[in-house]
């Protein structure tokens, strides 16, 4: 038996794509209905999907990110995380409630809450 998160509570909703919006990146709503990387602070959700001027935008569940791997940037267990320079997160007041359930090399594992 193996452990795998994947697929855990996702959810999902389409937003118009701003100029930004890059497929695996933290994103929030910078516009009515529109989607752009987020380079700091909370965040609404992940871009994982983009076609033409539409964004498939992760809202909730199982996520892989580029993690900021500084001592003590982020921890395991629940917390808030943000988006840090170059859309990686680490742990931040005020920002998202999610459960970081592994750091591997330059990315964690988390569940959006």
Known sequence: MSVSLKGFNEKYVTLLA?????????VNITAADTAADCA???????????EG?????QVEGFV???ADTTASALALGIGQVV???G?????G???RSAIVTA?????AELILL
Not at 40 to 50: E, K, L, T
Not at 87 to 91: D, F, S, T
């Open 103 to 107: 750091i591997r090399g330059e990315e």
């Open 87 to 91: 859309g990686k997160v680490k742990n």
């Open 83 to 85: 988006s840090s320079a």
């Open 53 to 57: 001027e539409l964004a498939l935008v």
């Open 18 to 26: 701003g100029e930004s919006c890059t497929v695996g990146q933290p």
């Open 93 to 95: 007041a005020g920002g």
């Open 64 to 66: 892989t990110l580029p």
């Open 40 to 50: 700091s602070g909370a965040f609404a959700g992940v871009c994982v999907a983009r």
